[in-house]
Structure formats: structure tokens, C-alpha cells
């Protein structure tokens, strides 16, 4: 049982790839077998710009993670992001014939095909079609309508696209490494399955994962997943300015980032450090406070451009809940703070909890997409988009050995 629930995935970010093996516990939580992890190469802004280093920093993660789990990875879900990922809503309405009988699963595939039916450039590819609801005859919005009764059968449905290039150059990248690509998932769709609970979908919420080159957004609406995005910001933007108004290299920069560094400043910062420095100097002192000046413009410059993208599609005002804010550049000291204070909504730090094994590596919001990913390949599609906000239904990337591969076993023993 153990090994045919055995799965892997693949987060491919800016800033690092990480491959994560897992498998379902006695409690029925995400139990994490092995961890492989190795600094990015050969991405910017979410897509691949160089595909031998990409490849070969894919090949060492996964001979790390096969390493500490003693299994040979053979296929994974992939993570996908980057400023080339749109979304829409589309609804589509089928006939009932016969209203002496109830709504069947076939009724249900029929007009899910139909509110998938939307005309997108050649160059591009759907990723996932995700149900919002269903409404019989117009009436109240429903989770499943099989087993009802009516003549008259709409859904509405998330379609996430993305561009063929970017999808076929991550696929060939993954492949290179030597594993099969059994799905390609929306990195913010993965940490919201990680993170976010059912209340806060039900309420309105937004996840903000900000990783190393790109910020994603997830909206969820009554339950369901409403919007998405992705904005070309994020953490290496912070370090950029860092490296430039200090003048210091870039890996001086990241560390006084990670160590000192905080989104907001305040008066009771007093200390200096000291950092390395180009120029005659090896180093030189810098004020902290200074230091988090520069990260605070930055970090709200972040959230300004999270808030528009929100009230362009209209549910600023509309999430009870607020942010979840995940990724590695979340875990910036008061960054919640920040969030809440300037665009005056909820907001809270989200990180994986509902699996066990290697919390020590992996417990934190850096995380979130990997262990998302582990979640969406064990629970398979139908279940994972039923937290997304469907039943049943999404359309897949590949042809019909990812569909079957998806199902079976990802990994061998060595």
C-alpha cells in the first residue's frame, strides 16, 4: 500500500529547485519520505532561459531526494508560474431531455466541456479547468448536481492558460533530469492546497505567495477559487536593492536580507553590521534601520501592486479573511505587519502543517509549494479540486500517459 501511494514533485523556483517524496501516514496526513534541494540555475521571472542548467539543477535535486528516500524517482507533478500565466471565468449551459430523471455524471462532463470551450491563441495551452458551481434552472449554486432533478444545467469554471513555450521547455527540462512529467499544477493552486483552511476559502481569501522573481495570487470566493495571477516582483527585487544603494555584492545583500533584514523600520533600531563591499574596502558598516528602510518601500511596492490586481477584478472588499501570505520572502520579519497596516485587511503568515517527517527542513512558507504539490499528487485531481472549488473535472497537459501515470505509482525502489 505504502509504494503504490508513494508520489514525487518538483518545484522548480528562481531561487531554489526542490523534490519532495511523500506518502500518506497512518493518520492520513502528508507523510514526507525524502528532501532534495539545490540552488535555481537557468530561470528568470519564473521560466526557463537556459535550459542545460535548469536540467542539470533538476538532475541533482532529484539524486539528492532519491538519496534520503532510497527510491528510484521515475515520474512527479511539476510546479508552473511565471508572468505568462493568465485566467478567466467562463460558464457554460446545457439542456436536461429528460426531466423524469435526475442529473447523471455524464450531464455533469457535458457541460463542464461546454464551459471549458474558450478560444485561446495557438500559443497557448489551458493548465487546469477548475469548477466554481453549478446551478440548476438558476437556482441557488450547488457542489454537485448529480442525483438532482431539472431541465437546465450551468457551470462555471476557472480556466488557468499558459504559454506552450514556457510549459514545453519545463517539461523537456524535467524529462532531461530523467523523470516523466505526470502533470503540470499551478504553484499558487499547490499552496493554497498546503496552507489555506476551508473557513478562510469559505469567507474570501487571497494567497500571496512571493518567491524569488514572481508574487502569485489565489483568490477564493464562497468556497471556491475565483482568480489567479502572477506579478513579475518579489523577493530577488528586494535583494537587487539592497546590493544596489549598499553597494555590495549580491550574495551580501541576500545574507543581510535573511538576518537582519525586516519589512518595516522603526526608531529603536540602533545597531549597525558589517557587510562585505566592492572598492578598495573588503567591508564596511552599514545602519540596520537603513537597511530596512530600503526592504520596507520595496515590500509595500509588493503589496500596492497585490491590492490593485485585486481591485481590478473586484474582490478587494470582498475577503473576510484577507491575505495568507506564503513563500520564502514572506517569512521577511513583519511582513504580516506591513500587509495589514498599509492596505488595512486581515493578514497572517501561512506555512504547511498537515504533514509530518522532516519538519526541520521544511516547515516554512518556503515550502508551501513543494509539500502542495505532494498533497495535489496523493489526493489526485478530483480531490484536490475539490478544495480548489470543484467536483471532478480538469483538463490535463499531457496525453494519455500522464492521465494514466497520474494514477499509478511514481516511484521504484532502487
Not at 91 to 115: K, M, Q, Y
Request: aromatic content about 4%; overall charge negative; some cysteine.
Amino acid at each position: 500500500m505504502r509504494r503504490r501511494s508513494t508520489v514525487a514533485a518538483i518545484d522548480v523556483g528562481s531561487t531554489k529547485v526542490a523534490v519532495i517524496v511523500g506518502d500518506i501516514g497512518d493518520q492520513g496526513e502528508t507523510r514526507i519520505l525524502g528532501v532534495g534541494v539545490t540552488p535555481a540555475a537557468g530561470l528568470s521571472r519564473g521560466v526557463i532561459d537556459n535550459i542545460q542548467s535548469a536540467r542539470e539543477a533538476i538532475r541533482v535535486a532529484v539524486e539528492k531526494a532519491e538519496q534520503a528516500c532510497g527510491m528510484r524517482i521515475l515520474s512527479a507533478v511539476v510546479g508552473i508560474s511565471g508572468g505568462h500565466i493568465s485566467s478567466q471565468n467562463n460558464r457554460g449551459i446545457i439542456a436536461i431531455p429528460d426531466r423524469s430523471r435526475a442529473i447523471t455524471e455524464d450531464d455533469r462532463s457535458r457541460v463542464l466541456d461546454s464551459a471549458g470551450q474558450v478560444a485561446i491563441p495557438t500559443n497557448r495551452q489551458v493548465i487546469h479547468v477548475v469548477p466554481r458551481g453549478y446551478w440548476i434552472e438558476g437556482t441557488e449554486p450547488v457542489s454537485d448536481p448529480v442525483g438532482m432533478w431539472g431541465g437546465r444545467l450551468d457551470c462555471e469554471v476557472h480556466i488557468v492558460s499558459g504559454a506552450v513555450s514556457a510549459i514545453q521547455n519545463l517539461t523537456k527540462c524535467v524529462e532531461g533530469a530523467g523523470v516523466q512529467v505526470d502533470d503540470i499544477v499551478l504553484e499558487c493552486i499547490a499552496s493554497a492546497t498546503s496552507v489555506l483552511e476551508d473557513q478562510e476559502r469559505q469567507q474570501g481569501v487571497a494567497l500571496v505567495d512571493i518567491g524569488g522573481s514572481t508574487t502569485s495570487v489565489a483568490v477564493y470566493d464562497e468556497g471556491s477559487i475565483a482568480h489567479t495571477a502572477c506579478l513579475p516582483i518579489a523577493g530577488s527585487q528586494l535583494t537587487n536593492d539592497l546590493a544596489r544603494v549598499l553597494r555590495c555584492p549580491w550574495e551580501a545583500a541576500e545574507h543581510l536580507k535573511c538576518t537582519v533584514g525586516a519589512a518595516y523600520a522603526d526608531s529603536s533600531m540602533h545597531e549597525t553590521v558589517e557587510i562585505q563591499a566592492f572598492g578598495t574596502q573588503a567591508k564596511k558598516s552599514v545602519d540596520v534601520r537603513h537597511v530596512c528602510e530600503i526592504l520596507q518601500a520595496r515590500s509595500e511596492e509588493i503589496l500596492e501592486m497585490v491590492a490593485v490586481e485585486l481591485k481590478r477584478v473586484g474582490y478587494y472588499d470582498r475577503l473576510a479573511a484577507g491575505l495568507v501570505l506564503t513563500g520564502g520572502t514572506s517569512q521577511l520579519r513583519g511582513f504580516p505587519d506591513v500587509a495589514e497596516a498599509r492596505l488595512g485587511i486581515p493578514a497572517r503568515l501561512g506555512q504547511p502543517a498537515r504533514y509530518s517527517g522532516l519538519s526541520d527542513l521544511i516547515g516554512t512558507p518556503a515550502f508551501s509549494t513543494s509539500i502542495g504539490l505532494v498533497e495535489y499528487a496523493l489526493s489526485g485531481r478530483e480531490r484536490v479540486l475539490e478544495s480548489a472549488g470543484g467536483a471532478s473535472f480538469e483538463v490535463p497537459v499531457g496525453g494519455l500517459f500522464r492521465r494514466l501515470a497520474s494514477f499509478g505509482r511514481a516511484l521504484m525502489p532502487q
